[in-house]
């Protein structure tokens, strides 16, 4: 599995650099954030020995001061389509983009990213496994700011996957 999951992110990457992302992922979960490291230290103990940890299992008690720099993405399937709703949305990320708890990605992001978007999240509900990834900005409210991001699959309570835990932390980039 891990020779599949680096080539869909090798591939993810490649269409990236093609379609001007401006985003760029990896496996290898090093990050510059602390809070992402820590995020990624409770995904993984949470996790255990199971293949994916499952929503119910992330209390406000074990994830305590993330909470505010983070959100849950559930993946819902609509007529053969996948769409991906926000189930809660931290409110360190509203400060940039609004509150977005209970709207869909398709009602919050121009069009013009939201392939970017969906490819991302499908990308990581696809390899079943946490990824790093880093973006740039250069939008109306967000110009020269960098993105770094823990995104990582959950399943539901049958141990399918449902969706994803996502953190972002935000920071200048020297121009």
């Keep these: 599995m891990l020779a599949h999951a680096t080539s869909e992110i090798d591939d993810f990457n ?38 994916l940890p499952r929503r119910e299992d992330f209390t406000a008690r074990i994830l305590g001061r993330q909470l505010q720099h983070l959100t849950f993405v559930e993946r819902v399937e609509e007529n053969g389509a996948r769409r ?13 983009i609004g509150d977005c708890t209970g709207k869909f990605l398709d ?8 392939d970017s978007w969906n490819a991302t999240y499908d990308l990581v509900i696809g390899t079943r496994k946490p990824l790093r990834f880093v973006s740039r900005f250069r939008a109306e409210e967000l110009e020269h700011v960098q993105a770094e991001c823990f995104i990582a699959p959950m399943a539901d309570s049958d ?12 920071s200048p980039v020297v121009v």
Excluded: C
């Excluded at 992922?25 to 949470?46: C, G, M, N, T």
């Excluded at 141990?159 to 935000?170: A, I, N, Q, T």
């Design 84 to 96: 991906y709703r926000f189930r809660m949305f931290g409110s360190g990320l509203a400060r940039f």
């Design 159 to 170: 141990g399918k996957p449902w969706g994803l835990l996502v953190s972002v932390v935000y």
């Design 107 to 114: 009602e919050v992001v121009p069009p013009d990213f939201a």
């Design 14 to 51: 490649a269409r990236a650099v093609r379609e001007q992302w401006h985003t760029q992922a990896d496996d290898k979960l090093i990050f510059d954030s602390p809070k992402l490291a820590q995020l990624r230290d409770i995904w993984s103990a949470v996790r255990g020995e199971r293949a």
